[in-house]
């Protein structure tokens, strides 16, 4: 058995470490994800919706979506065209399945992501909501999308990946 000098062993152990990093940070990068508040308003007496989206995604997503030449960044018409295409792709219903009637109230880009609004009022005596939340997983198979329920006691996490494409949270009592 020979025995390597330490310098070079370091030198390997070295390399393995920003191999590994640069492979990290690239899988990193590949991970298609968004997240979404639910959230009810009382001073408001609405449900706010905000969803956030990693704008590197949304740009590839606007080019296979709409047009190659499509710009998310700076063409106001691409990005309403964004924002129609997630309200299209995300329903709030009640537990009898009737949807709440969102409407898209802004968009927006901020910093690293883009930022899509909605809002509904809060129906009387809400015991629960369904919700369907497929934005971008038609495009990618992969696409995970997180939704924080807030405003109604602890905050209630659903996540929409693989086959999930209706998911419920109940609420203890009925929400005014």
Do not use: C
């Not at 009382?42 to 449900?47: G, K, M, V």
Request: aromatic residues 10%; negative net charge.
């Amino acid at each position: 058995m020979t025995i390597k000098p330490m310098g070079r062993m370091l030198k390997q152990w070295g390399l393995v470490a920003l191999l590994y990093s640069i492979s990290v940070s690239l899988q990193a990068h590949q991970i298609k994800a968004a997240i979404t508040t639910v959230l009810f308003n009382p001073r408001t007496e609405n449900i706010e919706v905000m969803h956030r989206f990693n704008l590197h995604d949304a740009e590839h997503a606007v080019k296979a979506l709409f047009d190659k030449q499509a710009d998310i960044l700076d063409d106001k018409t691409t990005q309403q065209q964004f924002a129609d295409y997630v309200s299209e792709r995300f329903t709030l219903l009640n537990r009898q399945e009737q949807p709440l009637g969102l409407k898209i109230i802004g968009y927006e880009t901020q910093g690293k992501f883009f930022w899509v609004y909605q809002e509904t009022e809060q129906p009387p005596a809400l015991t629960g909501l369904k919700i369907q939340h497929d934005a971008l997983r038609d495009l990618w198979p992969s696409q995970v999308n997180t939704l924080n329920v807030e405003g109604v006691g602890d905050v209630k996490t659903l996540t929409f990946d693989g086959n999930a494409t209706l998911l419920e949270v109940g609420f203890n009592s009925a929400h005014h």
